[in-house]
């Protein structure tokens, strides 16, 4: 029995990937959708990325990827993770049930800021009795300029739309807080599996296992993906960490000596910043763990 070659068309389509499952992909093209492999096992494909792909029957290999604007990952000491491709907003879901975790939703924005994206954290389930005391565990994120959009995605999403319509907004947070349950909400026929929380666990269990885009208008889309339960930032080098924290960008090339850690230092200006009452000592308490597990890692290499 002869194997049946699989024939390229000659002629590239331009397309979006929508969907992302490991090695296979899930392309939008103006000829329609195509489930697309990558040619090569060096071409490092996500969703939302803008590609060039080609016919295989009836399929398609992706040949190339198109210029990105933004491409948001984490990392540790020993592998990094693309989450998502030319988004420009991130939206960072919590919820009072199960409790999350501050220092995550901090993390989530400091990659944002380090691509230049924006960022609002939305505070789901709205209609628990617990939300007025998550509500107060986001004020030190408020208090720099993070906006928070309250809402109980299982009866009204709406508040969200404004905050969402010329942006391509990816969806981000530990498993549990509801962002399924925002995108059926949003984008009626995703029919996105969800799931329920476990109480003696205090946590959320996995119901989106890749990440999908979808579309809310011409110039507007959501990007699902799957829950987090850490956030490494082991890809930031000191610099970049430090001005991802948006408050220290002010005092940042002010200190007594130009190799300023920022971790007691004499003449440290962020160190006066907090003594001032500009900076709140938790966050530069956060950027000097970071930096050090960084430093740690690097050591080890």
């Known amino acids: 029995m002869h194997r049946q070659r699989r024939v390229l068309t000659l002629n590239p389509l331009s397309g979006e990937v929508v969907a992302a499952f490991s090695r296979r992909f899930i ?30 029957g009836d399929g398609g290999v992706i040949e190339r990827v198109l210029p990105r604007t933004t491409l948001l990952y984490r990392s540790d000491a020993f592998r990094s ?9 991130i939206a960072v879901v919590v919820a009072a049930r199960p409790s999350f975790s501050p220092e995550l939703v901090q993390r989530c924005l400091l990659a944002a800021e380090d691509q230049e994206m924006a960022s609002i954290i939305v505070l789901n389930k709205a209609d628990l009795p617990e939300t007025a005391t998550a509500h107060a565990r986001l004020e030190p994120m408020a208090r720099i300029g993070y906006r928070t959009v309250q809402l109980s995605a299982q009866s009204d999403a709406t508040p969200l739309r404004p905050y969402l319509q010329g ?99 004499p003449g440290c200006r962020l160190d006066e910043a907090v003594a001032a009452g500009d900076i709140d000592p938790a966050r530069l308490k956060l950027y000097q763990i970071l930096r050090r597990r960084h430093l740690d890692a690097t050591q080890r290499r």
């Open 27 to 56: 392309v939008a093209t103006p000829a329609g959708e195509l489930a697309c492999q990558v040619r090569g096992r060096r071409l490092q494909v996500v969703c939302g990325d803008r590609v060039e792909v080609r016919r295989a």
């Open 167 to 265: 942006h391509i907004t990816l969806l981000i947070g530990q498993s549990g807080m509801g962002k399924s349950t925002l995108v059926n909400a949003l984008c009626p026929g995703a029919g996105v599996a969800t799931g329920e929380y476990s109480e003696a666990l205090d946590s959320g269990r996995h119901t989106t296992t890749h990440t999908r885009l979808y579309r809310l208008g011409p110039d507007t889309a959501l990007i699902d993906s799957p829950g987090l339960q850490e956030f490494a930032l082991q890809h930031l080098d000191d610099a970049a960490l430090a001005r991802a924290f948006i408050e220290f960008r002010p005092f940042l090339g002010h200190c007594r000596f130009r190799d300023c850690r920022h971790i007691k230092e």
């Open 81 to 89: 993770k693309a989450i998502a491709a030319n988004a420009s907003q």
